[in-house]
Each structure stands twice: as structure tokens, then as C-alpha cells.
């Protein structure tokens, strides 16, 4: 394995920020503590994050929570069929007094970007969020402006109301770096929430990190030390999502796949295998950190087939195949 330059100290210092985050989280999240896990993942990996579950299980509150955890610019847009992209992006305003245009910025500027139930938003709202995410610039008119650095966006969406909702673009799919999805809390875990009666909201929490901490987590993280067998076996799990991969396994699941996951998935994957060996303390990529993020940054990527949910198949019941027999280096 080849030597890098992470020295003990800062790795020692990385792994105590992030447990004094997972340490604030609990004052408010109870039983979806994994979520600041996953969205730190995401942060330190250069990425954004959809968060997919019923409504009251805490999504908005831990995006909150690490907004305030991170001391980092904080706005929420509320995503709706009437929404328009000036809504989002900013317009032009014509100031009657100086006879000339203005720029009014919308909420999109800032660090984090809760984007709530994003999938109510017409195709040019998606659009506009699209340019965002991406290319981490808004265009106004004919001028085009930087956004804040960092830029987060971390998004909701509801996956059992259908009425009045868009399925988001395969495109905008691809740029999350991860997919979360959150169950119902245990039985102990519920008996302390209705104990609380929804106060967690109102418990403070420390700010325990900086952007400063947050970029140069970045930073180490492209210093991370993943060897080239890892690599080919990220490739492998890749590969076989595809169809055209039929004829290369004996494994016939891709029949319940009509498209598979692009090249993009595989740079998304070894991105969040180092963040996942840098929040472990760690300089270097095991293969159980692939497996521990496969779910995470594959199952929006994979189109299914009727097949699929005919029988009942979820991407992530797929994946968790590929990762039993695909042979670990």
C-alpha cells in the first residue's frame, strides 16, 4: 500500500469532531443517530443527499441539527407545484428610482439547502436546481453567480403520497451522492420520543465544527489511500448493475434492472469508501467500507424493471446480491 501524507494527529482530530457531532445529535435525534453519519459521509465526500421517508421521523430536524452542529448558513425552501425557478435561484427587480435592474438573491445562496419534499416541484424548478447542484452556480438573467462555498443541499421527499408530486429526473438523481431512507424507531426508542412530546427540537446543541474543519475534511479525504484491487472491485459491483453484464455472471438479477448505474456511481462509491475510512479513523479503503456505502450511493441509480416489481424486488434487496457474490479482494 502506498504511503501518504494523513498524519496520526489529524486523523486522531478528525475522529473526535465527529463524535462530539454524533454526541449533539443524540440531544435530539432518537434512534436516527446513522443520519449525521450519512450526511457527514456526504459532506466530506463533495456531495449532496436525498433524504426519503414518511413524514415525522425526524428528517427535517436532523438537517437542521447539522446546520447548527456545523455553524454553517442555514435555509429551507418549501417545495410546491406553484413554485417558480425565481422562487429558488433569485430575479431580477427593477428599481423604479435608480431606472435600472437589481439582483434579489434567493435562498438557494447559502451553505445548506434544505430542499423539502423536492419532488412537488415542476420540471423548470428541478431545472434550476439542477444548474445548483452541479455546477454550484445560479444564473439571473444574463449574469451567472458563484454560490457559497461550501454548498450542501440535502432534500426530502415523501415516498407513499403520489398526488401532486413529479418523479425527479434520472439526471437530478444522479447528481445525489446518497440516498438515505429512514424506518419507524424501535419500540424503546418511540417511548422515548412520545415522552418528550416532539420537544427535541427545543434541546440546544454545541457547534462543534467550522467550515474551516468541514473543507479540510475535504481535503484529507483526497488523501485517503484506496489500492487498485479495491478500485477493481468497485468497478465489478458497478459493472454488474448493468444489463449488458448478462452474459458476464452466472447471477441472472438483471433482469429486474432496465438501466444500470453510470460511471458517476463509481467515483460516488470510492469518494464515500474514503469518507466512510476517514470518519472510521483510518488513511486507507477496506472493502467493508465499499459494502458499508454500496446501498447508500446505488439504489437511486438503479432503474428497475415490472419484473422487479412484480416479484417484489427492491434495489437495495439487488445490491445486497451483487455484494454476497461478487468475490472481496
Do not use: W
Amino acid at each position: 500500500m502506498e504511503k501518504n501524507s494523513i498524519n496520526e494527529l489529524e486523523l486522531e482530530n478528525c475522529r473526535t469532531l465527529v463524535n462530539k457531532c454524533r454526541e449533539e445529535a443524540k440531544k435530539r435525534l432518537v434512534g436516527q443517530e446513522h443520519l449525521i453519519d450519512g450526511i457527514l459521509t456526504a459532506f466530506i465526500a463533495g456531495g449532496h443527499v436525498l433524504l426519503e421517508g414518511v413524514p415525522g421521523l425526524a428528517k427535517t430536524l436532523a438537517v437542521k441539527t447539522f446546520a447548527e452542529i456545523s455553524g454553517l448558513d442555514f435555509k429551507r425552501i418549501q417545495f410546491t407545484p406553484d413554485l417558480l425557478p425565481a422562487d429558488v435561484s433569485g430575479t431580477l427587480i427593477y428599481e423604479q428610482a435608480r431606472g435600472s435592474f437589481s439582483v434579489r438573491k434567493g435562498p438557494v445562496f447559502t451553505n445548506v439547502v434544505l430542499a423539502d419534499e423536492i419532488n412537488r416541484a415542476p420540471a423548470k424548478v428541478q431545472s434550476a436546481m439542477l444548474e445548483a447542484m452541479e455546477e454550484k452556480q445560479v444564473t439571473i438573467g444574463e449574469d451567472t453567480y458563484k454560490l457559497p462555498e461550501p454548498f450542501f443541499v440535502l432534500a426530502t421527499q415523501n415516498p407513499i403520497e403520489q398526488e401532486g408530486t413529479y418523479n425527479l429526473p434520472e439526471a437530478e438523481l444522479d447528481r445525489f451522492l446518497l440516498k438515505l431512507t429512514l424506518g419507524y424507531p424501535s419500540s424503546e426508542d418511540e417511548i422515548q420520543i412520545v415522552k418528550t412530546q416532539g420537544a427535541a427540537s427545543k434541546v440546544p446543541v454545541n457547534q462543534v465544527l467550522t467550515s474551516r474543519d468541514l473543507l479540510r475534511f475535504r481535503e484529507l479525504n483526497s488523501q485517503i489511500v484506496c489500492d487498485d484491487k479495491i478500485v477493481e472491485y468497485i468497478v465489478q459491483i458497478i459493472s454488474v448493475t448493468r444489463p449488458s453484464a448478462k452474459k458476464q455472471t452466472e447471477h441472472d438479477i438483471t433482469r429486474y434492472i432496465t438501466f444500470g448505474a453510470s460511471p458517476r456511481a463509481g467515483i460516488a462509491l470510492l469518494q464515500c469508501a474514503k469518507a466512510t475510512a476517514l470518519l472510521s479513523g483510518r488513511s486507507y479503503v477496506l472493502p467493508e467500507d465499499v459494502k458499508a456505502v454500496a446501498k447508500l450511493v446505488l439504489r437511486h441509480r438503479i432503474v428497475l424493471s415490472y419484473e422487479a416489481a412484480a416479484d417484489s424486488v427492491s434495489a437495495d434487496d439487488i445490491i445486497a446480491k451483487i455484494l454476497d457474490f461478487i468475490p472481496v479482494p
